[in-house]
C-alpha cells in the first residue's frame, strides 16, 4: 500500500436504512399485587467479600417500594437498595427482614 492511499475496509454492511443501533424497549407489564398476595423468598450473596441479604421478587409500584424500603431501612439501621424488583440489604439480617416484611403484613414461601 502506498503512503498517499487510504484503506478501505468496506465488508458488504450497509449502515443506510433499515440499520439502528437503539434497542427496541420490549412493553413489560407489571402485576401490582396487595403485601398479603406476595410470595417473597431470600437470597444470600457475596459482594466484594461482604455479604448481602436480597429479598423479593415484589410486584409493588416503585414508589410504594421505596417508602417499604426506607422504613425496613431506617428500623434495622442498614444499607440497601431496591433494583429489578428486589430489595437488598448490607449484611447478613434474613431473620430481622422478616420479622418486619411481615409485620406489614407481606407473606413468605416456606
Given at each position: 500500500?502506498?503512503?498517499?492511499?487510504?484503506?478501505?475496509?468496506?465488508?458488504?454492511?450497509?449502515?443506510?436504512?433499515?440499520?439502528?443501533?437503539?434497542?427496541?424497549?420490549?412493553s413489560q407489564t407489571?402485576?401490582?399485587?396487595?403485601?398479603?398476595?406476595?410470595?417473597?423468598?431470600?437470597?444470600?450473596?457475596?459482594?466484594?467479600?461482604?455479604?448481602?441479604?436480597?429479598?423479593?421478587p415484589f410486584s409493588?409500584?416503585?414508589?410504594?417500594?421505596?417508602?417499604?424500603?426506607?422504613?425496613?431501612?431506617?428500623?434495622?439501621?442498614?444499607g440497601g437498595a431496591?433494583?429489578?424488583?428486589?430489595?437488598?440489604?448490607?449484611?447478613?439480617?434474613?431473620?430481622?427482614?422478616?420479622?418486619?416484611?411481615?409485620?406489614?403484613?407481606?407473606?413468605?414461601?416456606?
Amino acid at each position: 500500500m502506498s503512503r498517499g492511499t487510504k484503506l478501505s475496509l468496506d465488508l458488504g454492511a450497509s449502515w443506510g436504512e433499515g440499520w439502528s443501533m437503539e434497542e427496541e424497549k420490549t412493553s413489560q407489564t407489571l402485576t401490582i399485587l396487595e403485601p398479603s398476595d406476595h410470595r417473597l423468598v431470600f437470597q444470600k450473596e457475596k459482594r466484594k467479600g461482604k455479604v448481602v441479604t436480597l429479598v423479593g421478587p415484589f410486584s409493588l409500584r416503585e414508589e410504594d417500594a421505596q417508602k417499604t424500603l426506607s422504613s425496613l431501612k431506617k428500623s434495622l439501621a442498614c444499607g440497601g437498595a431496591y433494583k429489578e424488583g428486589w430489595m437488598e440489604f448490607q449484611g447478613e439480617i434474613a431473620p430481622k427482614v422478616r420479622e418486619n416484611l411481615e409485620k406489614l403484613s407481606f407473606k413468605f414461601k416456606k
